[in-house]
């Protein structure tokens, strides 16, 4: 990963932008465990820990009572655990300050193991079977909705490309969607626009949302007519966080669900707003949300094994979740769509898309092609600016 400094970028940056790029591609190189997000309609953050290692956690319920940025994954594992950086700096250092080699004891240290995946050589006859296996229980009934998604890699160009400057890139071209780029030594670099909340809130105003159903926007707008299909695909994840949140005696509030735009796409989203007598709890919570039917299916354990065993492939951080955690300040996690994972000699992109027994492939296989195209379009103009 290279430093934005290249002429052509230089170009197309303000002296803050280029400051940007240079510190946290040095922060990268230097393997730092640091977050950088901006929420939709406000100015981008930073949060990094320079003493001592992210913590490193086994269990969603752990997160109870804990403060920093986390980035969970969709499976946790001795692979893929949970990775909490706990920052003491949340301010962009100045240029010659990534210079210094922050303490990190080696015995602390947790090191990404890059996941090995077979890439088939054909990927939608791949897909196709994939589909075929999990559309098969949905007509038996044996499930109500599955998730299947799938992951490309792409090479990549080690002297063109700045994760920075795609972040850059994605702040100004996705404004409704919560963008970020993440490092860990145990995670690596993973960079994502997603435009779905899985939990956000403070003191005792909270707030989810169960978003499903895609289609392209049309002429640039959001689309008025969505098929039962779609609606029904939305209607899952409304059940499930209801259920999950009234087994904690917990009454929400819903809106009605409506078109929203994520990207080049639009989805169905419907709100929930809710009470919490304390926050102390907010790791269980998530546990309780996690993963919703909009990344698994219905009923959850039973279909979480089945993608696990059918899928293919093991998502990592892709459908886990994301954000800045913090029970006695604000709170704003979202799940990790529209992501990848920033590899040294590639891109490994993600998506998918809700399963159900009335859903066609051609247009699934097209759905997780439209998804694709967030972090392709970024790839696109980082290496050809």
């Known amino acids: 990963i290279h430093p934005c400094s290249q002429q052509h970028i ?10 940007i790029c240079n510190v946290v591609d040095t922060l990268i190189r230097k393997n730092r465990s640091f977050a950088l997000w901006r929420m939709p309609g406000e100015s981008p953050r930073f949060a990094m820990q320079t003493s001592g290692s992210a913590r490193i956690l086994y269990h969603i319920e752990e997160l109870d009572e804990q403060s920093g940025f986390v980035i969970a994954p969709f499976h946790v594992s001795k692979q893929h655990p949970i990775v909490l950086i706990r920052p003491d700096i949340q301010k962009l250092p100045p240029d010659e300050e990534t210079k210094v080699s922050y303490s990190m004891p080696a015995e602390q240290e947790f090191h990404h193991s890059e996941t090995l995946v077979s890439f088939p050589e054909n990927p939608k006859e791949d897909y196709s079977r994939r589909f075929n296996a999990f ?23 080690r002297a063109n490309f700045s994760p920075a400057a795609a972040f850059l890139k994605a702040t100004g071209r996705y404004k409704y969607s919560y963008v970020y780029l993440c490092h860990t ?9 997603t435009p779905e909340i899985i939990l956000s809130g403070e003191k005792g105003k909270w707030h989810t949302v ?15 007519e969505w098929d039962d299909k779609n609606r029904e695909e939305q209607e899952y994840v409304a059940f499930y966080i209801r259920k999950q949140l009234q087994a904690l005696g917990i009454k929400p509030t819903e ?3 409506i078109p929203v735009r994520a990207g080049e796409l639009s989805h169905l989203r419907s709100d929930f707003s809710f009470p919490l007598p304390d926050n102390k709890k907010l790791g269980e919570l998530l546990k309780r949300l996690h993963p919703t039917p909009a990344v698994c299916g219905l009923p959850k354990e039973e279909t979480y094994r089945f993608i696990r065993e059918n899928e293919g492939y093991d998502r990592s951080y892709y459908s886990g979740f994301i954000g800045w955690l913090a029970p006695e300040g604000k709170s704003d996690l979202y799940v990790n769509l529209r992501c990848m994972n920033i590899l040294p000699g590639s891109f490994v992109l993600y998506a998918g898309g809700g ?8 247009s699934e296989w097209l759905e997780t092609e439209a998804k694709m195209q967030t972090m392709k379009r970024l790839i696109n103009s980082i290496d050809k600016s």
Not at 135 to 154: A, D, G, H, M
Not at 185 to 193: D, M, R, V
Not at 355 to 362: G, K, N
């Open 210 to 224: 169960a978003l499903a159903g895609t289609q392209p926007l049309q002429n640039g707008e959001l689309p008025i």
């Open 255 to 257: 809106t009605p669900p």
């Open 355 to 362: 399963i159900l027994a009335s859903s066609e492939i051609e």
């Open 185 to 193: 030594p145990a995670t690596g670099t993973w960079l994502g626009c």
């Open 10 to 19: 230089k170009k197309e940056m303000t002296p803050d932008e280029l400051r």
């Open 135 to 157: 559309i098969e229980p949905l007509r038996r009934k044996q499930f109500e909705k599955l998730v299947l998604s799938r992951c490309q890699t792409i090479p990549a160009d």
